[in-house]
Protein backbone atom coordinates (compact mmCIF):
# COMPACT_ATOMS: atom_id res chain seq x y z
CA UNK A 1 0.00 0.00 0.00
CA UNK A 2 2.82 2.52 0.83
CA UNK A 3 4.39 1.66 -2.50
CA UNK A 4 1.50 2.08 -4.16
CA UNK A 5 0.73 5.55 -2.39
CA UNK A 6 4.43 6.86 -3.41
CA UNK A 7 3.51 5.78 -7.11
CA UNK A 8 0.15 7.67 -7.08
CA UNK A 9 2.66 10.86 -5.40
CA UNK A 10 5.36 10.64 -7.64
CA UNK A 11 2.67 10.90 -11.14
CA UNK A 12 0.46 13.35 -8.94
CA UNK A 13 3.58 15.97 -8.51
CA UNK A 14 4.58 14.86 -12.06
CA UNK A 15 1.41 16.04 -13.42
CA UNK A 16 1.52 18.62 -11.35
CA UNK A 17 4.90 19.95 -12.78
CA UNK A 18 4.14 19.22 -16.46
CA UNK A 19 0.94 21.55 -15.95
CA UNK A 20 2.49 23.87 -14.52
CA UNK A 21 5.84 24.32 -17.29
CA UNK A 22 2.85 24.03 -20.00
CA UNK A 23 0.83 26.84 -18.81
CA UNK A 24 4.18 28.85 -18.29
CA UNK A 25 4.95 28.12 -21.84
CA UNK A 26 1.77 29.01 -23.38
CA UNK A 27 1.28 32.51 -21.34
CA UNK A 28 4.95 33.40 -22.67
CA UNK A 29 3.64 32.57 -26.04
CA UNK A 30 0.02 34.56 -25.80
CA UNK A 31 2.39 37.57 -24.18
CA UNK A 32 5.10 37.59 -27.10
CA UNK A 33 2.15 37.28 -29.45
CA UNK A 34 0.74 40.61 -31.67
CA UNK A 35 2.82 42.32 -33.86
CA UNK A 36 5.38 45.41 -34.09
CA UNK A 37 3.77 47.74 -36.52
CA UNK A 38 5.87 50.10 -38.48
CA UNK A 39 4.33 53.24 -40.29
CA UNK A 40 6.31 55.96 -42.04
CA UNK A 41 6.34 59.49 -43.13
CA UNK A 42 9.13 61.44 -45.33
CA UNK A 43 8.91 64.70 -43.56
CA UNK A 44 10.12 68.19 -43.59
CA UNK A 45 12.16 68.00 -40.11
CA UNK A 46 11.77 70.62 -37.41
CA UNK A 47 14.65 72.14 -38.21
CA UNK A 48 13.86 72.64 -41.58
CA UNK A 49 15.67 69.96 -43.38
CA UNK A 50 14.10 68.41 -46.79
CA UNK A 51 14.18 65.67 -48.53
CA UNK A 52 15.95 65.45 -51.60
CA UNK A 53 19.04 64.97 -53.68
CA UNK A 54 21.08 68.34 -53.42
CA UNK A 55 23.97 69.97 -53.86
CA UNK A 56 27.17 69.99 -52.08
CA UNK A 57 31.18 71.46 -53.04
CA UNK A 58 32.37 68.13 -53.69
CA UNK A 59 29.51 66.11 -54.93
CA UNK A 60 25.57 65.52 -54.46
CA UNK A 61 24.07 64.20 -51.41
CA UNK A 62 20.37 62.03 -50.78
CA UNK A 63 18.94 63.76 -47.47
CA UNK A 64 15.88 61.63 -46.38
CA UNK A 65 13.90 62.81 -43.15
CA UNK A 66 11.50 60.36 -41.45
CA UNK A 67 9.46 59.94 -39.12
CA UNK A 68 8.09 56.52 -37.42
CA UNK A 69 4.77 55.89 -35.82
CA UNK A 70 6.36 52.28 -33.95
CA UNK A 71 3.04 50.59 -32.48
CA UNK A 72 3.58 47.33 -30.07
CA UNK A 73 0.42 44.87 -30.16
CA UNK A 74 1.60 42.49 -27.91
CA UNK A 75 2.47 41.65 -24.19
CA UNK A 76 6.11 42.05 -23.90
CA UNK A 77 9.21 45.08 -25.01
CA UNK A 78 9.67 44.84 -28.57
CA UNK A 79 13.42 45.94 -29.63
CA UNK A 80 14.28 47.57 -33.30
CA UNK A 81 18.66 48.28 -33.11
CA UNK A 82 20.59 50.60 -35.25
CA UNK A 83 17.48 51.69 -37.54
CA UNK A 84 18.66 52.52 -40.92
CA UNK A 85 17.57 53.20 -44.57
CA UNK A 86 19.20 51.47 -47.59
CA UNK A 87 19.54 52.12 -51.08
CA UNK A 88 18.15 49.46 -53.53
CA UNK A 89 18.47 49.17 -57.48
CA UNK A 90 15.30 46.90 -58.48
CA UNK A 91 16.44 44.34 -55.61
CA UNK A 92 20.22 44.56 -55.65
CA UNK A 93 21.18 45.93 -52.77
CA UNK A 94 23.55 49.45 -53.50
CA UNK A 95 24.76 50.95 -50.38
CA UNK A 96 23.95 51.78 -46.68
CA UNK A 97 22.41 55.41 -45.76
CA UNK A 98 24.44 57.17 -42.76
CA UNK A 99 22.54 58.24 -39.76
CA UNK A 100 22.50 61.91 -38.95
CA UNK A 101 22.89 62.43 -35.30
CA UNK A 102 23.56 66.00 -35.21
CA UNK A 103 23.94 68.79 -36.81
CA UNK A 104 25.93 71.62 -36.21
CA UNK A 105 24.49 75.39 -37.92
CA UNK A 106 27.45 77.98 -37.52
CA UNK A 107 27.92 81.44 -37.97
CA UNK A 108 32.14 81.53 -38.29
CA UNK A 109 33.15 79.62 -35.40
CA UNK A 110 29.91 79.90 -33.10
CA UNK A 111 27.88 77.39 -33.51
CA UNK A 112 24.64 79.14 -33.22
CA UNK A 113 21.98 76.04 -33.24
CA UNK A 114 22.60 72.31 -33.28
CA UNK A 115 19.86 70.19 -34.35
CA UNK A 116 19.68 66.57 -33.25
CA UNK A 117 17.69 63.35 -34.63
CA UNK A 118 17.20 59.66 -33.32
CA UNK A 119 15.72 59.17 -30.07
CA UNK A 120 16.10 61.21 -26.96
CA UNK A 121 19.55 60.15 -26.44
CA UNK A 122 19.91 60.48 -30.16
CA UNK A 123 20.36 56.76 -30.99
CA UNK A 124 18.82 55.08 -34.12
CA UNK A 125 17.56 52.21 -31.43
CA UNK A 126 14.46 51.89 -29.14
CA UNK A 127 12.97 49.78 -26.87
CA UNK A 128 8.91 49.94 -27.26
CA UNK A 129 6.86 48.98 -24.75
CA UNK A 130 3.91 46.50 -24.68
CA UNK A 131 0.85 47.62 -25.79
CA UNK A 132 2.10 51.15 -26.72
CA UNK A 133 2.74 53.45 -29.43
CA UNK A 134 5.85 55.48 -30.21
CA UNK A 135 6.85 58.38 -32.87
CA UNK A 136 10.27 59.07 -33.59
CA UNK A 137 12.25 61.35 -36.06
CA UNK A 138 15.39 60.06 -37.86
CA UNK A 139 16.96 61.68 -40.77
CA UNK A 140 19.81 59.55 -43.05
CA UNK A 141 21.65 60.73 -45.53
CA UNK A 142 24.40 59.62 -48.11
CA UNK A 143 26.82 61.70 -49.80
CA UNK A 144 28.43 61.13 -52.99
CA UNK A 145 31.13 62.35 -55.51
CA UNK A 146 30.30 63.53 -58.70
CA UNK A 147 32.63 61.02 -60.08
CA UNK A 148 30.58 58.16 -58.23
CA UNK A 149 27.34 58.88 -58.91
CA UNK A 150 26.75 55.81 -61.77
CA UNK A 151 28.41 53.51 -59.28
CA UNK A 152 25.38 54.53 -56.97
CA UNK A 153 22.24 54.59 -59.11
CA UNK A 154 19.00 53.37 -57.27
CA UNK A 155 15.48 53.69 -56.80
CA UNK A 156 13.73 52.42 -54.00
CA UNK A 157 14.64 52.74 -50.40
CA UNK A 158 14.34 50.37 -47.52
CA UNK A 159 13.74 50.47 -43.88
CA UNK A 160 16.78 47.92 -41.51
CA UNK A 161 16.42 46.88 -37.98
CA UNK A 162 17.62 44.33 -36.13
CA UNK A 163 15.38 42.82 -33.17
CA UNK A 164 15.72 41.49 -29.65
CA UNK A 165 17.09 38.08 -30.69
CA UNK A 166 19.44 40.19 -33.37
CA UNK A 167 17.24 39.04 -36.39
CA UNK A 168 17.68 41.56 -39.01
CA UNK A 169 14.65 42.81 -41.04
CA UNK A 170 14.67 44.49 -44.54
CA UNK A 171 11.29 46.12 -45.41
CA UNK A 172 10.32 47.54 -48.39
CA UNK A 173 9.83 51.21 -47.98
CA UNK A 174 9.30 53.27 -51.44
CA UNK A 175 10.43 53.93 -54.99
CA UNK A 176 12.50 57.19 -55.80
CA UNK A 177 12.29 57.95 -59.56
CA UNK A 178 15.26 59.73 -60.95
CA UNK A 179 17.91 59.31 -58.51
CA UNK A 180 21.13 61.72 -58.34
CA UNK A 181 18.86 64.45 -60.07
CA UNK A 182 18.44 67.52 -57.69
CA UNK A 183 15.27 68.06 -56.36
CA UNK A 184 13.21 67.84 -53.78
CA UNK A 185 10.47 65.00 -52.57
CA UNK A 186 7.40 66.45 -51.59
CA UNK A 187 6.46 65.31 -48.03
CA UNK A 188 3.95 62.64 -46.71
CA UNK A 189 0.75 63.53 -45.18
CA UNK A 190 -0.38 60.40 -44.16
CA UNK A 191 1.03 57.55 -42.28
CA UNK A 192 2.31 54.52 -44.52
CA UNK A 193 2.29 51.17 -43.44
CA UNK A 194 5.75 49.56 -44.24
CA UNK A 195 5.11 45.46 -44.90
Same mark, same amino acid.
Given at each position: ??????????????????????????? =???? =?????????????????????????????????????????????????????????????????????????? !? !???????????????????????? =??????????????????????????? =??????????????????????????????????????
Amino acid at each position: MLCKDILLLAIGGLISLVTSISLLWVQ =RKLD =RSGDLLIFYKIIIHPSGHRPGFFRQSNGMSFIIPIAFDLQNTSNSSKVMRDINVLLYKDDKYVVKTMQAYSIAH !K !KGNEVIREDYFGNEQHSYSIVIPP =RSVQTLMFEFFYVIKHEEIQKYDFNNI =RLEYHDDKNKRHVLKMREIDNCWVLKEFSYDKDWILVE
